[in-house]
């Protein structure tokens, strides 16, 4: 998570990603969230298209909230945790009404209509 406002922490995304890449799962599931989109235009630093790209070049989902206003937060707390509930069930073959085993590829989708949007 960032501030649009705070371009240094922007910036800050890079190496906390390193460390995530150096001390995580290497499946671990990423998001990439933009916090405070219910500021005027004017006080931004960071733009939805630099968000957007970041999380694009990493394979992460881009969102932009607002804590203060409560806009799309649980949108994006829904969208990691459903990554990670598919994730994990990949792991565990599922029998279909035939007793057939299935596997699920399906990618989570975003949820829409977020005030702030997500990509």
């Known amino acids: ?9 922007f910036q800050s995304i890079v190496t906390w990603l390193q460390e995530i890449q150096k001390n995580a799962d290497s499946h ?7 916090n405070k989109c219910d500021v005027d235009e004017s006080q931004r630093n960071v733009t939805r298209a630099e968000g957007e790209e ?7 989902m881009y969102f932009e909230t607002s804590a203060k206003k409560d806009l799309c937060v649980g949108d994006a707390f829904q969208n990691i945790a ?4 598919e994730r994990l069930s990949k792991d565990r073959p599922r029998p279909n009404s035939n007793g ?12 829409k209509g977020c005030p702030c949007g997500g990509s």
């Open 54 to 60: 970041l999380a694009r070049k990493h394979g992460m």
């Open 1 to 9: 998570m960032f501030d649009v406002t705070d371009k240094g922490s």
């Open 100 to 111: 057939e085993v299935i596997l699920d590829d399906k990618r989570p989708e975003k949820k």
């Open 28 to 34: 671990v599931n990423k998001i990439l969230i933009g």
């Open 82 to 85: 459903s990554q990670v509930v």
